[in-house]
Each structure stands twice: as C-alpha cells, then as structure tokens.
C-alpha cells in the first residue's frame, strides 16, 4: 500500500542535542511538508518542498533544518536552537504543489519531548 | 490575513446525537475548504472539501457547505457513532502559494 511513513513514532532530545525525524513517501508525490501540532493549536508549516533538492521555509522555520536530496524523502532535523521542540510532528505530502484544492496525505506523526 | 476559526472542545455527544462542529473563516478572494479529522495517535486525514461557494462536501454521513455569505463552512452529521471521536479541523487553502491555514481543532466525544 502506497502512503507516508514517519519514524520513530516517539523520540527523546537531551539539552544542546540535534535530533532528525524522517519521512519517507512512496505515493510518487512531488511536495513534502513538515508541520509541527502543540495541544489545542492548529498544524503550523515548518518547511516544505516542491520539488527535489529545493525546499522553502514555513511559518516556523527557526531551530530546524531540511534537505529533499531524493524525492521520497523528507528529513527534518530538529536543532539545539529549538528551544521548545516538546510537540506532534507530521509529515504530509501532496501529489500536485500549488494546487488551489489540493489534498494532503499525512504520516502518523512523531512525538519529540525533551529529556 | 487569511484565518480559521473552529468552536472550542471538548465537544461531548451520546451516541445518535445529531453534530455540528463550527467553522467560521477570513479570506480574501475564493479560497477552498476542508475538513480533515484526525484518530488518536494517528496524522490527518481528508474528510470532505468545498471549492466554490454553495458547494455542498459529504463523506462518510458528514456534511459541510460552503457558505460565502457568512463565511462558514460547519460540519455536520446526523447520528453520531463511537467510532467518530477525533479531533477535526477546518482548514483552507487560499493566497498565492496556495498554503493551508489551519483551525485549532475541535475535539468530539462521543459516549455510548
């Protein structure tokens, strides 16, 4: 069955430490979209990509980085400047980027706490 | 801006109870619209969309139609199951590059 998978489903960051989340597709889907959930807010775009090797920042982009070196692959890594990186992250990907009604296909997310 | 706004939760409900989750939203030209729900420990899926005003979307007993007059998009299903209890957001998509903004979600129990 084509979808998204994301792993691992938890993860635990110690002080000063960079972790990476990855997100692998296999729906041939050509955007990528990293999304960060706090209890009781709306999803908020981290990154996402169009298209190989290019990515664009979203509305928080501060604290992490990407790369979109293949297109079924994803990685957010989330750095030491991050300084409240306890969330829900998501992974999504959608066939045709720009799309007034495009659909999103979602991972089923990481959980990231801080030791 | 744009902007999305979803009724506070929890929304608790008995089962066969009649829903309505509201959605009320701020754009500037015609943006689409979604309901995606989301399981416990599980990412989002598409529940049903809207892409032009008057538009009626429906999946799985769940409706919405896409009201430009009072910029709203509820979400509404007659009987309610168990098997509904999630968390749904509205969201929708409008502006140059075509980003979802997102609600906060509305959180439904439902209780047998």
């Known amino acids: 069955d084509g979808g998204i998978t994301q792993s691992p489903k938890y993860l635990f960051r110690k002080e000063g430490q960079n972790v990476t989340l990855s997100c692998e597709q296999n729906l041939n889907h050509d955007a990528m979209y990293w999304y960060r959930q706090d209890p009781g807010q709306g999803l908020r775009l981290i990154y996402y990509s169009q298209i190989v090797n290019d990515f664009q920042k979203g509305d928080i982009a501060e604290g992490y980085s990407v790369s979109r070196e293949k297109k079924e692959s994803f990685p957010l890594t989330v750095t030491s400047a991050q300084k409240n990186p306890t969330a829900f992250y998501l992974c999504a990907s959608s066939e045709h980027p720009g799309l007034l009604n495009e659909k999103l296909f979602f991972g089923s997310g990481t959980q990231l706490s801080v030791l | 801006g744009n902007s999305v706004t979803q009724m506070e939760g929890p929304v608790t409900l008995s089962e066969e109870a009649f829903l309505t989750i509201n959605c009320t939203y701020t754009a500037t030209g015609y943006p689409s619209l979604f309901w995606y729900v989301q399981y416990p420990g599980e990412g989002l899926q598409l529940l049903l969309k809207?892409?032009?005003a008057d538009d009626k979307g429906s999946n799985k007993g769940f409706e919405a139609t896409y009201r430009k007059e009072t910029t709203s998009f509820h979400l509404e299903k007659g009987s309610v199951q168990v098997s509904d209890s999630a968390v749904y957001f509205c969201a929708l998509s409008a502006g140059s590059n075509y980003q979802l903004i997102w609600g906060a979600g509305t959180k439904l129990i439902i209780k047998p």
């Open positions: 809207a892409t032009k």
